[in-house]
């Protein structure tokens, strides 16, 4: 008996994102290892800083955010070239852990230019964790970051939970 294609599958799959240029979004999906509570907290917490980056292209610094609507968040991105990028922005809308919606605004960086965008970050549980759907809108007029972004988009993700699959079997 064959199994209908249409039926999510409940392996886990590697991070995916797909680019709309010309409509500027981006949508990325990963099933973590760990529970919406636990991704949500690596998510606004200053935790970001251990995870969210690689040796080998840049980390994330200093990051400060007031959780609540209206809040302001900033963290320093340092690139393995010495450069700083700034990035900040505020939070839009949370209903904790199932979803997070923020603004982002970054200074010198060479893809995203200062034109702000949202990110929008869904978690869902799921028998393997949870299934963490990120939409990144405003990149109308910047396809070419569009396109960038979402590969990225695949990278942190994947970093995610690879940081928090660490975490659990180190509980082990």
Same mark, same amino acid.
């Given at each position: ?6 039926v ?21 999906v @990963? ?10 907290? @690596?998510?606004?917490?200053?935790? &970001? ?8 292209? $840049? ?61 929008? $970050? ?11 759907? &990120? ?11 569009? $396109? ?14 690879? $940081?928090?699959?660490t ?6």
């Amino acid at each position: 008996m064959k199994t209908d294609f249409r039926v999510p599958s409940t392996s886990k799959k590697p991070p995916r994102a797909v680019a709309d240029g010309i409509g500027g979004t981006i949508i990325a999906v @990963a099933d973590i290892c760990a529970p919406p509570a636990r991704v949500f907290r @690596a998510l606004t917490t200053n935790e &970001v800083e251990l995870w969210w980056g690689h040796p080998e292209f $840049y980390r994330q610094k200093n990051w400060k955010g007031d959780l609540r609507v209206q809040g302001e968040w900033s963290v320093s991105v340092e690139l393995i070239s010495g450069d700083t990028v700034h990035s900040s922005g505020e939070f839009c809308e949370i209903d904790v852990p199932t979803k997070l919606v923020m603004t982002q605004r970054c200074i010198g960086h060479p893809l995203l230019g200062n034109r702000e965008h949202t990110i929008t $970050y869904r978690l869902e549980s799921t028998e393997l964790g949870t299934r963490l759907t &990120v939409r990144d809108e405003g990149f109308i007029g910047r396809s070419q970051a569009a $396109y960038g972004n979402a590969e990225h988009w695949e990278h942190v993700l994947g970093w995610l939970d690879a $940081y928090l699959e660490t975490e659990i079997a180190n509980k082990k």
